[in-house]
């Protein structure tokens, strides 16, 4: 038998508030809380399925797979692994691998 394993990710998106600190609450114009990497999809883990469960079965849970990176806004060409007083956003990408039964 083939083996096929194909892994799906997502990205989560905080900002920072003065007071509050990093939450998942962004503002209208920022990408959603959950997203695909360009930040334009929005893409909530449980909204990630199974593309036919009679072939593909989940391998796992999902699982962070880098740390936080921080930029000024969610715009930025540039993210950074360590914050600083500057940096208002963060993201981070999540995996979950499926495979063929």
């Not at 593309?51 to 990176?69: L, Q, T």
């Not at 715009?75 to 600083?84: C, F, G, I, L, N």
Request: with cysteine; glycine share 4%; hydrophobic share 35%.
């Amino acid at each position: 038998a083939k083996q096929c394993r194909v892994v799906e990710e997502t990205w989560e998106n905080q900002r920072r508030y003065p007071f509050v600190g990093w939450t998942a609450r962004t503002l209208p114009t920022d990408r959603p809380s959950w997203s695909d990497k360009s930040g334009y999809r929005a893409r909530e883990p449980e909204s990630v399925v199974l593309p036919n469960v009679d072939e593909w079965e989940w391998a796992g849970d999902w699982i962070v797979a880098s740390g936080f990176e921080y930029a000024v806004d969610f715009k930025a060409s540039e993210w950074h692994a360590q914050p600083s007083a500057f940096h208002m956003v963060r993201r981070r990408r999540w995996i979950r691998a499926r495979q063929i039964k």
